[in-house]
DNA sequence: AAACCCGGATGACAACTGTCACATCGCTTT
DNA sequence: AAAGCGATGTGACAGTTGTCATCCGGGTTT
């Protein structure tokens, strides 16, 4: 029986020796190289044209996103996994449209990884379903591109005359912005609201 | 030959079960048990009585910090290793004040670990070298436990009237506290403070 | 052209926030 | 015992924030 070759790509060591500990624990899985960045990994599947690329989103050098569109290309028979903390839906998007097999998180008990690789190397498609859940009902991104300069600045501790200093608009304005934001996302002021949009991805 | 036991602490389960892997990897460590939160690893450290307790800092319901505390006051026969991404020489500092043995990065090699677990299992002390230089020449963690309390709240989001109610004060005493916690870091609102506080590793 | 929509502005008002001076109260230090 | 200290509380005041109704001017739609 051939053991199925996996690429791992992610930048921090530890957590990149451990996944690949993790998955050698499966008799029919087999890491054959392990990358630290995007840039590596790209590499790396060309010297070892692994079945499935199970790699991190942000790195340095190359982003995992990237990568997948440029493994796609080239390495049409390497199907990758996106695995991350972000459970934004803005991320599973793109990680879709760069022609991801699967996107995972590192929330997910461990025994998932293994069955994503197997599932992924049969053909199928796994996507978290609570992401893709979330994804769904938290909808598109409700913040207009104002709000957006607004409520980033105003979430790094900048006053409304700061902001409105900064955008050449006036005080009064910025409180507007803010209090359709803070309403947008239910939520009381907008501290609160800057945090909820992070945890989404929107800002 | 006894193995020396571990017990893993850390909130993203893929993380969690990976290093798990990489542990049991080695013949001479094993993993008696995971925990997914600070709470649930003070339980399962009371009932198993591990040699070793790894842990993350950031994690839901107990950080890692307040872990390791709680750890040497009822568990002194259990040392603590701290395992996070932070380089913060305010988290080096706090987590030596708490009582941890060791203090190692996510970034580095995952040899690292067992190494670590081995050493501060014979009683020597394991930290990251370039993080200890940094956090000498660094100023110390100027906040008390109660400004440090309130300010994570209102970094939230949360208003001074929650946040009295959620820890039986008076409004007017959060104020306080905020107000000599903004002028303590030169920051002009809580906001700005509790951005600066944590970019220190002060929260 | 009338009707509409959009980005932006204004003013008023209540609520919340930041500051400060000054109490209390219990616990150490002298 | 007196003094000092730290944690907490109070009250007052000014400044900031959140909400709302309304207004204005420039494009689009009809």
Redesign the pocket.
């Known amino acids: 029986m051939k053991k199925i070759q996996v690429l791992v790509a992610e930048d921090q060591a530890m957590v990149l020796g451990a996944l690949a500990a993790l998955l050698e624990t499966e008799p029919d899985i087999a890491v054959c190289a392990r990358a630290a960045n995007g840039r590596e990994a790209l590499t790396l599947a060309g010297k070892h044209k692994p079945d499935i690329l199970v790699t991190d989103i942000e790195m340095p050098e190359m982003t995992g996103l990237t990568l997948a569109a440029e493994v796609r290309e080239r390495l049409p028979q390497t199907r990758v996994i996106i695995l991350t903390t972000f459970a934004r839906p803005g991320y599973l998007r793109r990680a879709l449209d760069a022609g991801a097999k699967g996107y995972l998180l590192k929330d997910r008990p461990s025994a998932e990884l293994a069955d994503a690789v197997r599932r992924v190397h049969q053909g199928l498609r796994v996507v978290d379903p609570d992401l893709a859940l979330e994804a769904w009902d938290s909808g598109p991104d409700p913040l ?1 591109e ?1 709000e957006r300069q607004i409520l980033w600045r ?1 979430g790094e501790g ?4 700061e902001i ?1 200093e900064e955008l ?13 934001a ?2 947008k996302l239910g939520a ?4 609160e ?1 800057a945090r909820l949009a992070r945890a989404r991805g929107w800002l």
Not at 158 to 161: E, L, M
Not at 168 to 180: F, P
């Open positions: 207009t104002r105003a900048k006053s409304s005359g409105a050449h608009l006036s005080e009064g304005t910025i409180r507007n912005y803010l209090s359709e803070i309403s009381s002021n907008r501290v609201a």
